[in-house]
């Protein structure tokens, strides 16, 4: 029975995020994107804080001696795939924005044949490229002509620079310090985060934007700093040092299907054809990609 925590883990991780990326879209009027980002992980920090600090403590030897890999992590994972996604979802929909993360395993397989010198056959490399073509699809909603006329939403664009971040700090992993434990790497790049966004909050609060402080957004800040975050970070680190990168990046693949749903229900958005067409295709892609590693595994 324990052999499926990591998958129920994921299962959890990819319902969470869908959920962020829902309430972030309704709320997108009234909670700037830089200010969100900045509080959703100072409160996900005070959150962490009595857990987390006994480790960060004991293990300071490793986190000095390892900070630049710590460092990289946290601008990966915590500063740039949530803020870009936020800034995404201020101009595209949220079916846009999850849908388009369904291209996140291509992407940690692609990363992983280039950092980590993975090997990959025709057939898995023509997977990729079709992957790739499926969030064109979505990203030029299934019109051609849009790319000639250089009309390509750029929410969209946040939302894909987000996402490769995000493939990027699912490898990176692989380089963590193997005797940190995962409450001391949680910490210590969320601490960091928070760190690097605070200058850019302030910057947005020269601006002149500000939360408006009603009942909504403070729900959806206490919702963002404990779901997705607290536990959706953990979840997902657990279940990468268990099933492995590869693995693990295909459950991304529930996050369209449960952000889809959620985006029906509580926003009204409606999916079309080329979110139809642009799914499938990153979704066949994938399934080529990964034939091999799922044949050998038996």
């Known amino acids: 029975m324990m052999r499926f925590v990591p998958h129920l883990l994921l299962v ?3 319902l969470f995020w869908a959920g962020n990326f829902v309430v972030a879209r309704a709320t997108h009027l009234t909670l700037p994107p830089l200010s969100l ?35 990289l992590l946290s601008v990966l994972g915590v500063v740039n795939f949530n803020t870009f996604i936020y800034l995404g979802l201020q101009y595209t929909t949220a079916t846009n924005a999850t849908l388009l993360q369904s291209v996140v395993p291509s992407v940690v397989m692609l990363l992983a ?9 025709r057939l898995q490399a023509a997977g990729l ?29 946040w939302v894909l620079v987000g996402m490769f971040s995000w493939a990027l700090y699912t490898v990176a992993l692989n380089w963590r310090p193997v005797a940190l434990s995962n ?8 601490l960091a985060g928070c760190l690097v966004l605070l200058p850019l909050y302030l910057w947005e609060l020269g601006q002149g934007l500000r939360i408006a402080l009603v009942a909504d957004n403070l729900m959806v800040l ?19 040092a268990k099933l492995g990168a590869p693995r693990a ?16 229900l509580f926003l009204g958005e409606q999916p079309a054809l080329f979110h139809l067409y642009g799914f499938a295709l990153v979704f066949i892609g994938m399934l080529l990609a990964t034939r091999r590693s799922a044949t050998a595994n038996g």
């Open 12 to 14: 959890l991780t990819t």
């Open 129 to 157: 490229a079709l992957s790739l073509l499926g969030v064109v699809c979505i990203v030029l909603r299934g019109d051609l002509t849009q790319l000639l006329q250089l009309q390509v939403n750029r929410g969209d664009l």
């Open 183 to 190: 409450a001391a790497l949680l910490g210590s790049t969320v």
């Open 249 to 264: 990046g295909l459950f991304i693949y529930l996050l369209p299907v449960f952000g889809t749903l959620l985006s029906m």
């Open 222 to 240: 206490g919702y963002v700093a404990v779901f997705p975050s607290v536990l959706a970070y953990f979840f997902w680190n657990y279940g990468v």
């Open 37 to 71: 980002s900045f509080w959703r992980w100072l409160l996900a920090l005070l959150v962490l804080l009595p857990w987390v600090a006994p480790r960060l403590y004991a293990e300071r030897a490793l986190l000095f001696k390892h900070w630049k890999i710590l460092l």
């Open 113 to 121: 044949v280039l950092l980590l010198g993975q090997a990959i056959n």
